[in-house]
Every structure is written in structure tokens, then in C-alpha cells.
């Protein structure tokens, strides 16, 4: 089995970019502005743009956990799942969460393929043995 530092590597510098950037943005878009007085006194597009921005804001946590599980995976040797047609190892048994296919979808058809991505191969394998069962 090859060497899996650059793997590695790439995981553990997407967590740390994950952090960085949910660490910078969560003190300007805290959960908590949901519940003061502040809130209820902004207009319409205010509401809209901190409701999306503090959800923007809360999915990078996620990231940097699903990025940092990854990596103990990768190094374990458990996220090899073989090699490419180009005779490169493929590291990705582990990957959970594509962010730039997240943050750019176009539709909500395409965020159960990027987003928690483990749980929902599971669960399309396990509809697909469903569905001959019956």
C-alpha cells in the first residue's frame, strides 16, 4: 500500500482552512443575534442576509470535522480504496463532504452527493437491496 502523507496532507490543510474560516466568521454571525431584540428590529433583506450568512457560517465546523476525520482515516490506511486508471492511489473510502460542491451546488438534487457523502452511498446501496427485496 502506498504512502498516504500527501493525502494526508491535503486533509489536514482543508480542515485547517475549514477552522480558520468558521473561527473568523462565527463572531460576526453568532446563532445567539437569533434571539435579541436587535434582530427583530432589522428589515426584511438584514433578516435574510444574516439568517443565510450564519448558516453559511455553521456549516464550516462540519467541514473541519468531516476534513479532520478524514485525515485519521487516510493515515490509518483505512481511506484507500485502490488505484486510479492512471496507477495513482486513491484515497477517498473517507471523504464525507466535497465543500466547493456544497457551496456552489445549483440544486438541492445535488447536495445529498457532496454533502455527508458516506451516509448517503449507505443509504442508496441499502434502497437499492430494498427494492428487490419487494
Not at 482552512?17 to 462565527?26: D, E, R, S, T
Not at 470535522?65 to 484507500?80: D, K, R, Y
Not at 473510502?93 to 456552489?104: I, T
Request: charged fraction near 15%; aromatic fraction near 20%.
Amino acid at each position: 500500500m502506498p504512502a498516504p502523507y500527501g493525502a494526508t496532507l491535503r486533509a489536514v490543510i482543508q480542515a485547517a482552512i475549514c477552522m480558520g474560516l468558521y473561527l473568523y466568521l462565527v463572531p460576526h454571525f453568532p446563532l445567539s443575534r437569533f434571539s435579541e431584540p436587535m434582530y427583530y428590529e432589522w428589515g426584511f433583506w438584514q433578516k435574510l442576509f444574516y439568517q443565510y450568512m450564519s448558516g453559511f457560517t455553521a456549516r464550516w465546523k462540519y467541514y473541519f470535522i468531516w476534513s479532520i476525520s478524514e485525515a485519521s482515516i487516510i493515515i490509518s490506511g483505512l481511506g484507500f480504496t485502490g488505484w486510479s486508471d492512471s496507477s495513482k492511489p486513491q484515497w477517498d473510502r473517507a471523504k464525507n463532504v466535497d465543500v466547493l460542491g456544497v457551496e456552489l451546488a445549483t440544486s438541492a438534487v445535488q447536495l445529498p452527493l457532496v454533502w455527508n457523502i458516506q451516509v448517503s452511498t449507505w443509504l442508496r446501496y441499502c434502497e437499492f437491496l430494498i427494492s428487490f427485496e419487494y
